[in-house]
């Protein structure tokens, strides 16, 4: 869908902004740019639909090499390629109505047909009743969904996100991030999206490359880079995620197995706690999630396990964790 072949982006002369960039983006996959202040995300992105030129390199959107294009038709090609920043962009004396509706009117949309094609984005980013609103009158998230529905008007088939959560808060961007995900889905969107944000890429990327000092030093599935990052910089980006909250993960409840989570402080973290629970009690157990963590030099942590077996042996281990001073806070008792 979207090829970039040594692509080179210098200011100045001497600067590489982006330095010898290649990459492959699939149609319909959400793909994410992450990098540290600084290492080139804007200025790569800027390229994707020719608000900036490049300096050498081949960029080809569906087969089209577009610096090959003319002027007339870069900018045909940019309208199927919608975008959103990080400060929304709108325009202050026009209405959620005005600004969704803005780039229809520059393509010369009859007036009915803008109206029409406004409802169903309002809609399409549950802003049914902002419609009359001006930008001023409207939350970071809700600024947000305008902008992402200014940028689907024409019916896009690419989205650049730029950094476009990075001024939400965190329950803000999940929602925002959720509608990309959903909109993406509906519309068959690819989407590209840089963010300084490890947590970002978790949430709905599919696959990520790192940006260092303009250059991609690391790239492949999200899950793959989570599980083994391979350069400092990936791994220091990893290390700012915060741990999911607990009550967002869906645990498989099955019947007959209770889910408990077991909490640890001080020395008993150091003990082999659930083996002994599973020679004592002729458990099997199964570990779902859990985090360690140092406070104040004590090591504290949880596990959230699945215990498997007799429910009278279940219910023996727990009174039995609880006598080698683990807390036990059942969350499925198994019924
Ligand atoms: N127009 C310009 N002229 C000269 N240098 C520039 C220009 N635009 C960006 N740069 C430089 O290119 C480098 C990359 O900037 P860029 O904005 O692309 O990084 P970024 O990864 O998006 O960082 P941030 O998240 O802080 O915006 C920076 O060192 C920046 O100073």
Known sequence: MIVLEKVNKVYNDTFYAVKDVSLDIEKGEIFGIIGLSGAGKSSLIRLFNGLEEMTSGKIKIEGV????????????????????????????????????????????????????????????????????????????????????ARALANNPKILLSDEATSALDPKTTKSILKLIKDIQKKMDLTVVLITHQMEVIREICDRVAVMSRGEVIESGKTYEIFL????????????????????????????????????????????????????????????????????????????????????????????????????????????
Request: glycine fraction near 8%.
């Open 65 to 148: 090499n577009i610096s090959e294009l003319s002027k007339k038709d870069l900018l045909n090609k940019r309208k199927k390629i919608g975008m959103i920043f990080q400060h929304f962009n709108l325009l202050k004396s026009r209405t959620v109505k005005e600004n969704i509706g803005f780039p229809l009117e520059i393509d010369g949309w009859k007036k009915k047909d803008i109206e029409k094609r406004v409802e169903e984005l309002l809609l399409l980013v549950e802003l049914e009743d902002k419609g009359d609103f001006y930008p001023c009158q409207l939350s970071g998230g809700q600024k947000q969904r305008v902008a992402i």
């Open 228 to 335: 083994n990052p391979k350069s400092d910089i990936t791994k220091e980006l990893i290390s700012y995620v915060p741990l999911q909250e607990e009550e967002e993960i869906k645990y498989i409840k099955k019947p007959g197995n209770k889910i408990v989570k077991l909490m640890f402080l001080g020395a008993v973290a150091g003990d082999p706690i659930l083996s002994k629970a599973v020679k004592n009690f002729g458990l099997d157990i199964n570990v779902l999630s859990g985090a360690m963590d140092l406070l104040s030099g004590m090591v504290i942590g949880h596990l959230i396990v699945e215990l498997m077996g007799d429910m009278e042996k279940q219910n023996k281990a727990i009174t039995w964790f609880q006598s080698v001073d683990v807390g036990v806070e059942v969350i499925y008792n198994g019924i």
